[in-house]
């Protein structure tokens, strides 16, 4: 009886022994595969952060602006060239130091900025215009004395000179712009000035056209919503679609209106889900809208569809933007560079799957840099306001 006693309990034993190290191995292998599992979700947000399914973007250093430029207009020409005007020169506020009437021009293929003719008038947030034969007006902006401008200059690429053009119906500063298909040119809303009650407005409705046949300036119908610091695009029907704006410290609007040249009216868009100023606006190649950031530490992008008159949500930025610059690139993609906070991360928008990845650094950052795309395909980023103060740098990445 001892014997088979003996027996029964190491039996016990062994299959106490085996369960024991059934046990133990099913926990182990079940902590591997959590680890790897996390691993992978680990992998997976990094995919989110930066772009590795192609090259990182180098960006090179240019050759610099012949001066500092904050606020600046710049406007690709006809002829291959840039020019770019006015601005704020020192300083870091917006409303201090001094505005720069200077006006150069860059020339692609000497690879040269080339001061040309100073304004009359010292102007920061104009914009521009090429006239028919090639002459260049400037328009508006903030005076050196801080009040809305109703000039225009009128600069003669003959001869580098400037001269005063016709008068807008009244004063526009922090204005949207736009060339319309026919050839005529638009400023709408914008910082103005009231002539009745003798003070600056802050935001405006009104909007005016300028025909480059006849020289003159006619009232366009005004918007419904008062605007200052909204972004204006042609949308690919002829129509000029407004975004946003607000102002400098809130409300930030989130309405949009889009306005018919044919037959002088406006008429509100589906709402954004932010309210933003100091964003990026950009048509991307299927002629939809590309909203992204606005002061106020946004990060989601949003695209519109003018044909549906829709907005869908397009990813978050990996940065939030704010006074950064957007542009498309030839493969459809868009390029994000600066922004609040002297941003140097460079980020591209991948419509195809409505992704943003961080692709690249600028050299500086910087806030409120000028963008464009040159015949090339040479991308420029200038200027702005770095952390030391304004900036005269450029950027180069070959698209």
Known sequence: MNLINDLKL???????AITVILTLTLISCGSKETSDSQTISDESDSVLQTDTAREPLSFEIGQAMESKRDRFALLFLSNGNLIAAGGKEVGMQAQSGNFNRTVEIFDPVTN????????????????????????????????????????????????????????????????????LNDGRFMVIGGSSYDEDAGFQVALSKETEIFDPESGTWT?????????????????????????????TDGPYLKSIEIYDPNTNTWEFGAEMTKGRVAHTATILSDGNVLVVGGKGKLTLAEIYD??????????????????????????????????????????LFDPNTSTWNVVGSLNTGRIRPAVTRLSDGRVLIMAGVGKDGMLASVEVYQD
Do not use: C
């Not at 190491?10 to 106490?16: G, H, I, Q």
């Not at 900025?113 to 521009?128: A, I």
């Not at 008062?226 to 129509?239: C, E, F, K, Q």
């Not at 690139?329 to 609040?340: E, N, P, R």
């Open 306 to 347: 003018p044909n549906t008159d829709t907005w869908a949500l397009a990813g978050e930025t990996n940065k939030s933007r704010g006074h950064h610059a957007a542009l498309l690139l030839a493969d459809g993609s868009v390029l994000v560079t600066g922004g609040i906070g002297y941003l140097t991360e460079a980020e």
């Open 112 to 179: 040269q900025w080339t001061f040309t003719g100073e304004m009359k008038e010292e102007r920061m947030s104009p914009v521009l215009f090429e006239l028919p034969g090639g002459n260049v007006m400037v328009i508006g902006g903030l005076s050196g004395a801080r009040d809305p401008l109703i000039s225009t200059e009128i600069l003669d690429s003959n001869t580098g000179t400037f001269s005063m053009g016709p008068e807008m119906i009244r004063s526009h500063n922090e204005m949207g712009a736009v060339t």
């Open 219 to 247: 009232e366009a119908a005004p918007m419904s919503e008062r605007r200052a610091n909204h972004s204006v695009l042609i949308l690919n029907d002829g129509r000029v679609i407004v975004i946003g704006g607000g102002k």
């Open 10 to 16: 190491n039996y016990k034993l062994l299959y106490l």
